[in-house]
């Protein structure tokens, strides 16, 4: 069993930057055999894939939305993943999740076999 754990939400000004992370603990070796995407989910829509990586790090994937903004990496000795998000826009205004599966296409497609609990991001205007 793997936990999944996101940080480094809050309120910025359209314009600025964050940088969120996700870490693993529990079975802390298998979450380097994982690939991990970052999800978001404003009020009133559903939950969206925003990027994901797989397990080596060679691999990433982007939202046509947060592509060229967003930037996906990880560092597996410390069991985190990291999203930063530049250019911020009051779209991107959501809860944030972290994601785990074997697959990183799967989880472009959706499919996510651990979740964490989310973090809440704000751009205001």
């Known amino acids: 069993q793997v936990q999944l754990a996101e940080s480094g939400g809050g309120l910025v000004q359209a314009g600025d930057s964050l940088r969120l992370s996700c870490t693993a603990s529990?079975?802390?070796?298998?979450?380097?055999?994982?690939?991990i995407g970052w999800f978001r989910q404003a009020p009133g829509k559903a939950r969206e894939f925003v990027a994901v990586i797989n397990r080596s790090g060679d691999y990433t994937n982007y939202a046509d939305s947060v592509k060229g903004r967003f930037t996906i990496s990880r560092d597996n000795a410390k069991n985190t993943v990291i999203l930063q998000m530049n250019s911020l826009k009051p779209e991107d205004t959501a809860v944030y999740y972290c994601?785990?599966?074997?697959?990183?296409?799967?989880?472009?497609?959706?499919?996510?076999?651990?979740w964490g609990q989310g973090t809440q991001v704000t751009v205001s205007s």
């Open positions: 529990g079975r802390t070796a298998s979450h380097n055999q994982l690939a």
């Open positions: 994601g785990a599966n074997l697959q990183a296409r799967t989880l472009v497609a959706g499919r996510v076999g651990y």
